[in-house]
């Protein structure tokens, strides 16, 4: 039997720290505002006015988890990247990637289920390296938020939320039945509810082009959420995911070492871990610091919590998240 074993990771943040009051100065918010609903102290932006792109983000991360790995990058038979904020429309942003990486000829695939998306990653990874395709997969889920964001007070309820940054995996096979390896990974979506957090344009739904002057002056080209009705969602989809995991490997939840969730708002997660009944010192946020990292909040969770001394070798690890789609996923990893 091959299973898939994580080897490596990385986690690269934009050094500029952007915080709650900074934002105060540019969109009618508060310090107390964003930190009473979200938990969110500060979060990091690229430099504005420099020419950098998610995949420039997703490099940094990825050599961080290949030297993590001890392996060279010549080494990775598949680039799987999870964005939704990529550097062109197309072509994947994995494409602009992998030369980045002087990986001219390995497949690249992007994959679009924003916040959910690392975890689709990791299944998508462990079936490539299961069924004996490839042995060394680069997972990496990558955004820069910052320049799609409508930073003045008509997009404060998005703006506050989201930041920059990039997580990286090295994913290899393993034969080992007992070891360090990924147990289980289980994914789920309902497009009912796919404009409850979005966005509108540019598409190709609409009669006439592809964008125009009154999309961009109603704001169809920033994101758009229906907050209450992703919160309430979330909140039953991530505690519903990780008992789906568990029950599936015969698991319970204090058999669970590190729980690492998506980071959209500390009080999901406080309500999750509340639901499931879990101790807190067992989860594992990074929300304060960096914001909503949509694709990468998970690998940067990962490196994080190794580099806190809360993730170990041989500890069960239970990751989910719930994102846009609505899609939501979870995986239960041996580290
Ligand atoms: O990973 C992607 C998934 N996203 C999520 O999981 C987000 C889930 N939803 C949430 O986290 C919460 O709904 C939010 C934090 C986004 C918003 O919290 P809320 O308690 O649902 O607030 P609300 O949208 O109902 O807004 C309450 C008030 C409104 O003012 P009025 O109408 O009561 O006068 C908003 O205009 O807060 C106002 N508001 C703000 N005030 C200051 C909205 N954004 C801000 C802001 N600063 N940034």
Redesign the pocket.
């Known amino acids: 039997m091959i299973f898939s074993k994580i080897v490596g990771t990385g986690a690269y943040l934009p050094p500029q720290i952007v915080t709650n009051s900074d934002l105060q100065k540019i969109?009618?918010?508060?310090d107390e505002?964003?930190q009473q609903?979200?938990g969110i102290k500060e979060r990091r932006w690229v430099e504005q006015d420099k020419a950098v792109g998610t995949s420039d983000l997703a490099l940094e991360a990825a050599k961080i988890a290949l030297a993590d790995a001890k392996i060279e990058a010549s080494e990775i038979d598949m680039i799987i990247m999870a964005t939704l904020s990529p550097d062109h429309d197309f072509p994947g942003t994995g494409c602009f990637l992998q030369p980045k990486l002087g990986l001219a000829g390995i497949p690249a695939l992007d994959i679009r289920q924003?916040?959910t998306g690392f975890i689709y990653g990791l299944s998508i990874a462990d079936q490539f390296i299961r069924s004996g395709t490839y042995k060394k997969i680069l997972l990496v889920g990558a955004e820069i938020h910052s320049r799609g964001l409508n930073k003045t007070t008509a997009g404060?309820?998005?703006?506050?939320?989201f930041g920059d940054g990039a997580g990286a995996c090295v994913i290899a096979a393993t034969n080992d039945p007992t070891g360090s390896r990924v147990l289980s990974t289980h994914l789920h979506a309902d497009g009912r509810f796919a404009k409850e957090?979005w966005i509108q344009a540019p598409g190709s739904a609409y009669a006439g082009p592809w964008m125009s002057k009154e999309r961009v002056e109603k704001g169809e080209h920033f994101g758009a959420?229906n907050?209450?009705t992703?919160?309430v969602h979330?909140s039953r989809r991530m505690p519903e995911v990780v008992l789906e995991a568990l029950e599936a490997n015969h698991l319970k939840l204090s058999d669970v070492d590190l729980f690492v969730f998506?980071q959209?708002?500390l009080?999901?997660n406080e309500m999750v871990a509340k639901q499931l009944g879990i101790p807190e010192d067992k989860v594992f946020n990074t929300i304060e610091k960096f914001g909503?990292t949509?694709a990468a909040t998970i690998p940067i969770g990962f490196s994080e919590a190794i580099k806190a001394g809360k993730l170990k070798p041989g500890m069960l690890v239970a990751t989910a998240a719930?994102?846009?789609g609505f899609t939501w996923a979870s995986a239960l990893i041996r580290w």
């Open positions: 969109m009618e918010t508060t505002w964003i609903r979200t924003q916040c404060r309820d998005i703006a506050v939320l957090l959420m907050g209450k992703v919160f979330a998506h959209a708002n009080r999901i909503n949509t719930f994102g846009s």
